[in-house]
Each structure stands twice: as structure tokens, then as C-alpha cells.
């Protein structure tokens, strides 16, 4: 696992010029227009195109994958080309975070997240740390973090509602004369995706179509979970022959925009005065250094969604004001900003009265929209002054948002392609096992580590993972 994370660093900033290069987006709401202005002003400062290109690590294992999954990704002939493939034994697997079932289950899940080396980037000379590290921050973060959970009720919706939305799939695919095996793959609870990728070869699927369900990519969601797809595809002999397609996001779909405006348009009727009231979107946040030093286009392609959004709310004539923050930030180090907690505080002060919340980076109730908006967030927007509080659900398995999907996996369906490999990995695994190096390196490493951990600083930023 820890070559693997290496190859996956090294490739991907071996590739961030590449990535720079390309810079076209596609729009996907009515007034083109004014999307593809607004795309292409984006793209001036984008690292890395929504989608990756067909060069970035995490797409090695497939010869072909959907950068993204607009209103059309693919020509005509591509489209017309299923018919040929409707024989086959198709799957799908949704890609998705997971989380702890009951309070027993959360500090294991805690572990599992932060020995993930996509959330917690620890140097090279230091990766021997990651476990030990995730051993400690999910002990002492244990009792906070089932309080939590104790408050929406003892445990995480998000397999139910995961498992509920697979179905719903499974459905809308039938309704479109797709016949496909629907399996959840969670990267940090169950079912883990190896469980699935074992359901997978049992089932002698022939040819499949990964989607995540996160509509925006980022190297700790979906690119922590292709990770591991792909080190497990690479090492066997079946899944590397089988032809694959992957949509690494999928935000700017129609279907997806319009679900997100419908939502919005009949929350807001529970305002006394909807026209007054404040739209606030508040997505989930990452490291500034994912996207500054990694080239993560989460941001970006977070920016451009919520332009989308409002673009379709404003061609049904909602013309009201709206913002965007982050929310759910953890240790020491810089997050996206602005924050959510500030911005509500700020917000009240400015004598906004009546505030709409969007939780726009998740498609689940989950702890983070039944807990931290519902509760802390509502709480504190209270606390400073805004006197109407209303919050959008998540769109869970809402029909048109369900269908909307179904068409995306029909679209990939031309695109799967069997698995390739990298010379590059095979060069980090080589340097790796040279083992008077690697031990030399643990050697001054667990010096300088018990060093650091000894520093008043470091306590502290030890106390603010856990806090």
C-alpha cells in the first residue's frame, strides 16, 4: 500500500503540467453562453481539469476513462455502439465514504480514515508513521465523534441510504432495458470496497462502469478510493482483462443541476419572503495544499457547480443572493476558505435574516448534514442574528437525480477498457525494496519523529486533530 501511494504522488505531480494544459469545459445547462464564459475563466487558473486526464495515476488501470459525465460525453456512434454490448455481464459499482453503523463502529472507522495516506500526507521518510498515527488520533478523537453520532440517532444513515440508492439504480438502469449488478464499495466501513470487488469476480461481470457519488472529484474521495481500485485490479489476473470505465465527477450534468434546483426552489417556499432569503452552499473542505501543491480541482470544480446551479435557478426567475463556504475542517493546517462557522457569524452581523442552507458536495444524509449543519451550524447562525433557517436534504434517492445517473453509467458503457500498467510503479517498487535504504531511512526517521513529537508545536497540532 505504501508503493502505491508513492506512485499514485509521484505520478500525479509528473503529470500537473500535463494537466494545466488542458483547459475545455463543457457546459451543461440552457444558457451555453454565459456557462462557457464563465468555464473558460475558470480554466485560466485551473492545475487540472474537472475529470482527469487520461494520464493521471489513478486512470492507469483503465485504458479508457469518462473525464467527466456531461449531457452528452461521448459521440453518437460511441452511443449507438451499446447495442453491441448489451449481452454482456454488466456491472456497476458506487464508490462512497462509509461510515461507523453503531458507536462501537466509529473508532475503527476512524482509524481506517486516518490511516488513509490521501487524508493524513505524511512525507515519504515518515510513512512508517502513518498507522501508529491513525492508532492515536482515532482514540482520542473516539468520544467527540460518537457524541455525534449518538445525536443523529447511534450510528451513520449513509450505508442504508447508500444501499437505497444502488437499488433505485439497479431500477432506473431496467427501465432503460439495462440489465446490471449494482454493488456499494465503501472506502473506510462497510461494505469495504474488496468486499465488493470480490462480488465482482464472483459474479464474472464482463464489463463495468465505476461511479462515485461524489458529483465533484478530490484526491480524498474519489482518488483515495481509484487508488485502491487500482492496486487491487493490477495485482489479479481476471480484473485486469476486464474493460472498465470510470466518471470521475459528474457536476455539471443536467440532471444533476435541475435536482439540486428543484430542491432548492421548493425549500425556499418556507420562507415568509423566499426572495429574501440567502442561498448559503456549504461543501465539504480539503487541505489548501491538496489544491495549491497537488493540483486537486476540487475547488474549481466546486466554483463552477454552484454557477451552474444558480444559472438554472436564475432561468426560473430565483434571482437571490447566495454564497459559498466550507465546512467540516480538521488539524493544524489551512483549509479551504471561507469557513462555514465564520461565515454565519459574519452573515448575521451583515443583518441577513433568513439563510437557506445547501449541503452541495454530498448526495446523503450523513453525519455532516444531520449533525454539524442541522445542529452546530443551525445553533450558531441562530446564536448570531439570523433569525429563518431552512436546509435543502440531500438529494438521497430522489427520482429524477436516480435517472440522471442511470443515463451516465449508458454513456460510460462504450468507454470500458481493460487495465494498463505503469513503467513509473514499477520504479517506485524497485526503490522501495531496496532494504538498506529503507531501513536507513526508518532508522533517522523515528529519530527525528520522536524529536518533533516532543516539540510544544506539535502537541499542540496534535490537539487540534483531535479536537
Known amino acids: 500500500m505504501m508503493e502505491a501511494a508513492a506512485s499514485f504522488r509521484m505520478n500525479f505531480n509528473q503529470n500537473s503540467a500535463l494537466f494545466r494544459s488542458q483547459t475545455k469545459l463543457t457546459s451543461t445547462v440552457s444558457n451555453t453562453s454565459k456557462v462557457l464564459a464563465h468555464s473558460n475563466s475558470i480554466n485560466k487558473k485551473n492545475s487540472f481539469v474537472r475529470g482527469l486526464s487520461l494520464s493521471h495515476p489513478a486512470q492507469e488501470f483503465v485504458g479508457t476513462t469518462c473525464r467527466s459525465a456531461g449531457v452528452s460525453t461521448y459521440p453518437s456512434d460511441a452511443i449507438e455502439s451499446y447495442t453491441e454490448i448489451k449481452e454482456e455481464k454488466i456491472g456497476v459499482m458506487l464508490l462512497n465514504l462509509g461510515g461507523p453503523e453503531t458507536l462501537n463502529d466509529v473508532q475503527p472507522f476512524l482509524f481506517n480514515l486516518f490511516a488513509d495516506p490521501d487524508i493524513i500526507r505524511l512525507p515519504r521518510l515518515f510513512r512508517f508513521l502513518q498507522r501508529p498515527l491513525a492508532q492515536l488520533i482515532s482514540v482520542l478523537r473516539a468520544p467527540k465523534s460518537k457524541e455525534g453520532y449518538a445525536a443523529i440517532g447511534g450510528g451513520s444513515p449513509l450505508r442504508k441510504i447508500t444501499d437505497e440508492q444502488a437499488n433505485a439504480l439497479k431500477s432506473a438502469l431496467e427501465a432503460k432495458d439495462v440489465s446490471a449488478n449494482v454493488y456499494v464499495a465503501m472506502r473506510y466501513w462497510y461494505p469495504f470496497t474488496e468486499e465488493a470487488v470480490h462480488q465482482i469476480k464472483r459474479d464474472r461481470i464482463t464489463r463495468l462502469v465505476v461511479l462515485p457519488l461524489y458529483p465533484q472529484y478530490s484526491i480524498s474521495t474519489t482518488g483515495s ?8 485490479f493490477r495485482a489479479d489476473t481476471y480484473l485486469s482483462r476486464l474493460p472498465v470505465a470510470i466518471i470521475q465527477s459528474w457536476y455539471q450534468r443536467e440532471g444533476y443541476i435541475k435536482s439540486m434546483a428543484d430542491l432548492i426552489e421548493k425549500q425556499l417556499q418556507i420562507f415568509l419572503n423566499p426572495k429574501e432569503a440567502m442561498i448559503f452552499f456549504s461543501a465539504h473542505g480539503v487541505p489548501v495544499s491538496y489544491v495549491e501543491d497537488a493540483g486537486d480541482p476540487y475547488k474549481d470544480q466546486m466554483e463552477e457547480c454552484i454557477f451552474l446551479i444558480m444559472q438554472e435557478l436564475k432561468s426560473r426567475g430565483i434571482n437571490n443572493d447566495h454564497t459559498l463556504a466550507f465546512q467540516s475542517r480538521v488539524g493544524p493546517v489551512e483549509w479551504l476558505k471561507p469557513y462555514t462557522d465564520e461565515v454565519l457569524v459574519e452573515l448575521g452581523r451583515q443583518g441577513v435574516k433568513s439563510l437557506l442552507a445547501v449541503p452541495v458536495s454530498f448526495v446523503s444524509e450523513h453525519i455532516e448534514t444531520l449533525e454539524e449543519i442541522d445542529m452546530e451550524y443551525k445553533e450558531l447562525a441562530l446564536e448570531s442574528g439570523i433569525v429563518n433557517w431552512g436546509r435543502v436534504p440531500a ?13 451516465a453509467v449508458i454513456e460510460a458503457l462504450p468507454s ?11 520504479t517506485i517498487i524497485k526503490e522501495e525494496n531496496d532494504l538498506a535504504g529503507y531501513f536507513v531511512k526508518m532508522f533517522f526517521g523515528s529519530i527525528l519523529a520522536f524529536i518533533l513529537l516532543l516539540s510544544p508545536k506539535v502537541i499542540l497540532a496534535f490537539r487540534n486533530y483531535i479536537i
Do not use: G
Not at 478510493?225 to 487491487?232: A, I, P, W
Open 395 to 407: 438529494l438521497n434517492c430522489t427520482s429524477s437525480f436516480i435517472t440522471d445517473l442511470a443515463d
Open 416 to 426: 470500458a477498457m481493460s487495465i494498463s500498467t505503469s513503467n513509473n510503479t514499477n
Open 225 to 232: 478510493s481509484l487508488r485502491v481500485l487500482r492496486d487491487m
